[in-house]
Antibody
Framework: EVQLVESGGGLVQPGGSLRLSCATS????????MHWVRQAPGKGPVWVSR????????IYADFVKGRFTISRDNAKNTLYLQMNSLRAEDTAVYSC?????????????WGQGTLVTVSP | DIVMTQSPDSLAVSLGERATINCKSS????????????LAWYQQKPGQPPKLLIY???TRESGVPDRFSGSESGTDFTLTISSLQAEDVAVYYC?????????FGPGTKVDIK
């Protein structure tokens, strides 16, 4: 069974940092591209970032460029999102998603997510 | 950025009746090399992450009931639930994955009438 389990969320002050993790199991992690997607309370999903299978090809949404860094450890089957210079508008549930076999840019299977709250 | 719009914002349909959700992209999401539209549909129930229903505009994901279908006409896309079941109450989102940023529509809430 495919499992994606996010952790690392919590309450952080504006300007602070958090590192999110996404532990995976049930599939060959190093064969899949991975995404981070976020969803503010009561709002629709917003795509954040994508990393290819070996970590050599990374793209970000403009609103996180220079502040967030996506990475992966294929030996640990784990995806990461380092979040710096956090703002109130970054408050959201952050989910990792596995790229779909038909198209790696499609977030095909999502984890439950971890809540990040940015507030004084 | 490609802007995705959806209509209606919400709809209520009787059990067993048809539900139709529309999505429009501000520009083409058609990849000419394979003649496929890079358009997906997701279902999200309360407290759950989005679940992929349809990709390439009309290909049903494995395990998705065949009452869900997708269609396309240029930059207009439609998700149809042919016979609404109680478990289909959810918010439905379209998403383009043709170019970055991969943008989502605002969602359509489907309820039982």
């Amino acid at each position: 069974e495919v499992q994606l389990v996010e952790s690392g969320g919590g309450l952080v002050q504006p300007g602070g940092s958090l590192r999110l993790s996404c532990a995976t199991s049930g599939f060959t992690f190093n064969s899949y591209w991975m995404h981070w997607v976020r969803q503010a309370p009561g709002k629709g999903p917003v795509w954040v970032s994508r990393i290819n299978s070996d970590g050599g090809n990374i793209i970000y949404a403009d609103f996180v460029k220079g502040r967030f860094t996506i990475s992966r450890d294929n030996a640990k089957n784990t995806l990461y999102l380092q979040m710096n210079s956090l703002r109130a508008e970054d408050t959201a549930v952050y989910s990792c998603a596995r790229g779909h076999s038909s198209g790696y840019n499609l977030p095909g299977y999502w984890g439950q997510g971890t809540l990040v709250t940015v507030s004084p | 950025d490609i802007v995705m719009t959806q209509s209606p914002d919400s709809l209520a349909v009787s059990l067993g009746e048809r539900a139709t959700i529309n999505c429009k992209s501000s520009q083409s999401v058609l990849y000419n090399s394979n003649n496929k539209n890079y358009l997906a549909w997701y279902q999200q129930k309360p407290g759950q992450p989005p679940k992929l229903l349809i990709y390439w505009a009309s290909t049903r994901e494995s395990g998705v009931p065949d009452r869900f279908s997708g269609s396309e006409s240029g930059t207009d896309f439609t998700l149809t639930i042919s016979s609404l079941q109680a478990e289909d109450v959810a918010v439905y989102y379209c998403q383009q994955y043709y170019v970055t940023p991969f943008t989502f529509g605002p969602g359509t809430k489907v309820d039982i009438k």
